[in-house]
């Protein structure tokens, strides 16, 4: 199964076939990117965000519409909580295969520290292979190093290495099987 990455406008171009590489190869799968065409809905004017929740179904109705079979990971500079939270980084729905990231709070600038784009391809790429781990079926993971631990501050973020820990490296390797690629006979 492969992963489809729709990155929005304003989420930074340039970056999106890093991140997209990035995801490949912390969670193995096959990644294509390309630009997000879908209209997102579920903006609150009171809070200035989006809710996820709204986003996911929308996203799972393109993907019923369009008959994708793979995963869709949209990547969007706009603001989402869910109901009874400040904010989330994201937020995926397994049993569909659909996962959003926001880049908002993701950039320094977000908390009037200096932007940098190496530190924001980072984030993205790890926050964007955490929401795809539980598309694959990863559940949360208590190793703070390990991409399927829940970050809460951006630190938590910045503190986990690039890759899955070994526990849900052998899980992923139970639960998830690459496709075979014909070899010639
Ligand atoms: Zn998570
Ligand atoms: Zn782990």
Redesign the pocket.
């Known amino acids: 199964m492969r992963l489809k990455i729709f990155w929005d406008s304003g989420a930074l171009t340039g970056l999106e076939l890093p991140a997209g590489r990035a995801i490949e190869m912390i969670l193995g799968i096959p990644v294509e990117v390309e630009e997000n065409g879908i209209l997102l809905s579920g903006y609150y004017a009171g809070r200035r965000q989006y809710d996820a929740q709204k986003i996911l179904h929308h996203l799972q109705m393109f993907k019923r519409k369009h008959v994708i079979s793979g995963y869709i990971l949209l990547v969007t500079p706009r603001d989402l909580f869910v109901r009874g939270t400040d904010f989330v980084f994201g937020l995926a729905r397994e049993s569909t295969g659909v996962a959003v990231v926001s880049t908002a709070r993701l950039r320094n600038e977000f908390y009037q520290r200096e932007d940098n784009e190496d530190l924001l391809l980072s984030r993205i790429s790890t926050e964007g292979a955490h929401e795809a781990g539980h598309l694959l079926g990863l559940d949360h993971?208590s190793?703070s190093q390990?991409i399927?631990?829940p970050p809460e501050t951006l630190d938590q973020l910045d503190g986990k290495k690039k890759g899955?820990?070994l526990?849900?490296t052998a899980l992923l390797q139970g639960i998830y099987r690459p496709p075979v690629i014909d070899s010639i006979r």
Do not use: N, P
């Open positions: 993971c190793d390990c399927m631990f899955l820990c526990v849900c």
